[in-house]
């Protein structure tokens, strides 16, 4: 078993989710006028949703997380607010994944307070059921067991904190090569990608001073 229960979703998948759902939306007999994507993570949904539902109305609401003033929590809140009218419109929030739901529940609050539609449902990939706060409308799948979804737009940057923690909780290691650490991901993570994103990964983690290089090695920076 991997430390970190992570699944690589292929563009496949999303393709035949964003169907899936499309599909429960249209037996339902309900229809959006207006979609609205959660960014970043609702981004790619709602733009084939909007495509298979023939929506052509689609904005976005920024919901993030930062470090509460107690700097142990994480709180979230909206980043820039949705300036919009949807009096006399139904609307549809569409995210990839309800895990906690703070960013739906944070997201339907923004919206009907601001914005007014005359109705709001939600939509998700995925509905991670044991977690989450809030039970989208429709999703694609159920997740009953904590899994990291590993989606098409997040690829990097997740190779990115992967390669961070690895380097982070094998402190005994203090020098690395490129091959060593993209070694160590079936244990901790149970996939392997492409090396183009492990050579991504590695200069992006130099370039931030995360590391230093050495010939080959990359040493991490004692902070
Ligand atoms: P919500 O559950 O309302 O989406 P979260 O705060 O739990 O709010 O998650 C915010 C975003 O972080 C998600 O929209 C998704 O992009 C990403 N995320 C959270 N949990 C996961 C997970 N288990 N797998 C992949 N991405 C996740």
């Not at 292929?10 to 229809?31: A, F, H, N, T, Y």
């Not at 949807?86 to 739901?101: E, F, M, P, S, W």
């Not at 690829?155 to 094998?170: M, Q, T």
């Amino acid at each position: 078993m991997p430390k970190v229960n992570t699944k690589k979703v292929s563009w496949e998948e999303v393709e035949s989710w964003s169907r899936i759902v499309s599909d429960k939306i249209l037996e339902s007999g309900w229809r959006p006028d207006v979609i609205i994507a959660i960014s970043r993570g609702g981004y790619v949904p709602a733009r084939l949703i909007c495509d298979r539902l023939v929506v052509g109305e689609l904005v976005s609401l920024q919901v993030s997380h930062w470090p509460s003033a107690a700097q142990i929590a994480k709180e979230a809140g909206v980043k820039y607010p949705l300036e919009c009218d949807l009096n006399h419109k139904r609307a549809l929030i569409v995210d990839d994944i309800a895990d906690t739901g703070e960013s739906i529940i944070i997201a339907k609050d923004h919206i009907w307070t601001k914005c007014k539609p005359d109705e709001l449902r939600v939509a998700t990939l995925q509905w991670i059921s044991t977690s989450s706060k809030i039970k989208p409308d429709y999703y694609a799948e159920e997740v009953k067991e904590w899994v990291w979804y590993q989606y098409p737009w997040t690829r990097l940057e997740d190779i990115i904190g992967f390669f961070k923690r690895i380097v982070s909780e094998e402190k005994e290691n203090e020098s690395w090569d490129l091959e060593t650490l993209a070694g160590r991901f079936p244990e901790w993570f149970g996939v392997t990608f492409d090396r183009w994103y492990y050579e991504r990964a590695l200069s992006y983690l130099v370039s931030t001073g995360f590391f230093v290089k050495e010939g080959d090695m990359y040493r991490r920076v004692s902070k």
